[in-house]
């Protein structure tokens, strides 16, 4: 039912930190790998909603602490997983009615740019971006001002017929970045609206907790 990535392509795009932090930068992202693995792990001998919640936001965790612990973090944890769990529920709900599955992603990480604090390679919600629903400023549980762009994109594969809806939150202030990337892949149209809301509900308490903390060594 679900499926967890790591953002590697967010992590190893940061190259803008000094070169004699590269060696400190792939010794922690062994570490978060590590550590996402052992997780799933534990989410395998717990199928609940209430274990896939807790791997989520781990996970959301773990990639925060191996790119820079001292700017990122994830508010609130016990009470977001409690949200996401009663979410993953409303998912199992939906299959129960109409019967059909479909597989729900979530992608996080963050990152430092260099180049602007714009990505031009891997996952990434531009000014420009067609999809693009939302831009506009947000200040983060503790006071700090970010922006909070959201990316729509909806697609169908003309081979298999397979539907692939995702929203891309990417929260910002200058060259540091989070993103989220929450996904659903199915077979059939009809089944996808019930379930975008559901998505939604899972990726907004994840952006509303989200703290980038100003870190003044830059």
Not at 52 to 79: K, S
Not at 141 to 148: D, I
Not at 154 to 160: F, L, P
Request: overall charge negative; proline content about 5%.
């Amino acid at each position: 039912m679900i499926d967890l990535i790591l953002a590697v392509s967010l992590l190893v795009q940061d190259s803008g930190f000094a070169t004699d932090a590269a060696d400190d930068l792939a010794e922690r992202f062994g570490v978060a790998v590590d550590a996402i693995n052992s997780s799933i792990e534990d989410a395998s001998d717990d199928d609940s909603s209430l274990g896939y919640a807790r791997t989520i936001v781990d996970f959301v965790q773990t990639a925060f602490d191996a790119t820079d612990p001292e700017r990122f973090f994830l508010l609130d944890q016990e009470n977001l997983i409690t949200i996401i769990a009663t979410e993953l529920d409303n998912l199992l709900e939906a299959e129960r009615q109409d019967d059909d599955v479909f597989d729900f992603e979530i992608n996080a990480g963050a990152a430092y740019l260099p180049n602007g604090g714009e990505d031009t390679e891997g996952p990434y919600c531009a000014a420009d971006d067609p999809g693009k629903a939302v831009d506009q400023p947000l200040i983060d549980p503790q006071g700090n001002e970010l922006n909070l762009r959201i990316c729509w994109t909806g697609t169908r594969d003309a081979e298999t017929g397979m539907l692939t809806a995702t929203f891309l939150y990417q929260l910002q202030t200058g060259n540091y970045v989070v993103m989220y990337n929450v996904s659903m892949i199915g077979n059939r149209e009809a089944g996808m609206p019930p379930r975008l809301e559901i998505m939604e509900r899972i990726g907004e308490p994840l952006v509303l907790r989200t703290v980038i903390h100003p870190v003044f060594i830059d």
